[in-house]
């Protein structure tokens, strides 16, 4: 429901480009784990809460499913870890975040209340607080109580159930001899970076609620500069100009601030296709500087206030979000302050603005849909030739 819903309120378009045909050798060990070494290895931090990757997006009915599964024995598929070291380091979910999560919570016994709370739960990661230390909160949680109702009488006998209500031997079952095979995966070759492990993040990404791209890439390269960028997607005054008051449980509204500070960065020498161009470009941003990060992020802020005179939906394109649209403006209106290392102190003007969302050449390289070379420089090109920016201070 969440991706049709996105696809309704972004504009689609085409990543077009060549695929690199990569070769990789790999390691592969698996193990078997019981949902007490889950518990265990999340509270201890050996496995990498992802939240900050993506939110935890099942549901009740489908949690309890999974639970229900485990109680009576019956396998559930395969979850899969990447490491890059040994032992001693650290895992990263790949694939299996959903299931790991809702087993974390039936043994504590809550679970998160709804799509807000979800929200909640990653900001308070993103923040430094531990999932166990939020698990309290009644504004974030709720108790986990099994719901396997089919509106039938044939409901599961675990329906209404909680971990602390089940008798004590399928507590010690379901906790100590219930096994979920699990693969750690790591990358040996190449070794240049970690632009590899995205495909294989990519297609060994098979659970029941896939990974888009961006969730792949947070895991990837998350770092300060992607810290940055979520606390600019939970901004009130960039939440109005997307016109989109709920954040994206898949983080398709970070992406777009990403595309755009990317493209204010290298749109020059930008080649397809996106998705290589921003896991390179991710990539980069691990080397930022706390003092160059937050020149971005006032940078990306001042934008946002020169955009304050074009009024509501300026960036919508047949009811939809244009992400084309907006990353040309940005480009365009950011790339004279960008250049000399200073903040936008002027408005966009609202005429020049319909002018080039009415200009054919610019319009042109919008219908085609796609981001080829030739679309991304052009649209960026024609935007800078047409846009005019107010002498007016943007905080006045």
């Not at 007490?36 to 990757?53: C, H, K, R, T, Y």
């Not at 492990?197 to 990974?211: D, H, K, Q």
């Not at 200073?342 to 219908?367: A, C, G, Q, R, W």
Request: hydrophobic share 35%; aromatic share 12%.
């Amino acid at each position: 429901m969440e991706d049709s819903k996105t696809l309704e309120f972004f504009e689609e378009e085409q990543d077009i480009g060549e695929e690199a045909i990569v070769e990789y050798d790999i390691t592969t060990s698996p193990r078997d784990l019981t949902p007490a070494n889950i518990v265990d290895m999340i509270d201890s931090g050996i496995i990498e809460i992802p939240l900050f990757q993506r939110n935890y997006v099942w549901d009740i009915k489908k949690a309890s499913k999974l639970v229900e599964s485990l109680i009576l024995g019956l396998p559930v598929p395969e979850l899969f870890f990447y490491t890059e070291g040994d032992d001693n380091n650290t895992y990263k979910i790949i694939d299996g975040q959903q299931r790991f999560l809702s087993i974390y919570f039936f043994v504590k016994g809550r679970f998160p209340k709804n799509t807000s709370s979800r929200f909640m739960i990653r900001k308070g990661i993103n923040e430094g607080a531990a999932l166990e230390e939020l698990l309290p909160d009644n504004r974030i949680f709720q108790d986990f109580t099994l719901n396997l109702s089919d509106d039938s009488a044939n409901s599961s006998r675990y329906h209404g159930e909680k971990f602390l209500t089940l008798d004590k031997d399928t507590q010690i079952k379901f906790r100590l001899r219930r096994f979920l095979r699990t693969v750690v995966v790591r990358q040996n070759k190449p070794d240049d970076n970690s632009s590899s492990m995205f495909e294989i993040f990519n297609r060994l990404n098979t659970g029941g609620t896939p990974l888009n791209a961006q969730e792949i890439r947070a895991s990837l390269y998350y770092c300060d500069f992607y810290k940055m960028l979520v606390r600019l997607n939970n901004q009130d005054n960039w939440r109005a100009l997307l016109g989109k008051p709920t954040q994206d449980l898949h983080s398709n509204d970070i992406e777009l601030i990403l595309r755009s500070i990317a493209l204010l960065h290298e749109s020059e020498t930008y080649t397809p296709k996106m998705v290589k161009f921003l896991n390179d470009f991710s990539q980069k941003t691990k080397k930022f500087n706390d003092e160059y990060i937050d020149y971005i992020e006032h940078l990306f802020d001042s934008f946002i206030g020169a955009c304050s005179t074009l009024g509501d939906k300026a960036f919508f394109r047949n009811n939809r979000f244009s992400k084309t649209l907006f990353e040309s403006v940005f480009v365009a209106a950011a790339t004279p302050s960008f250049t000399d290392k200073e903040l936008i102190t002027s408005k966009i003007d609202p005429t020049s603005f319909e002018h080039l969302k009415n200009d054919e050449e610019f319009v042109s390289y919008l219908l085609s849909g796609s981001s080829s070379r030739d679309n991304i420089k052009g649209r960026i090109k024609r935007a800078k030739e047409v846009l005019r920016l107010h002498e007016e201070n943007c905080n006045a």
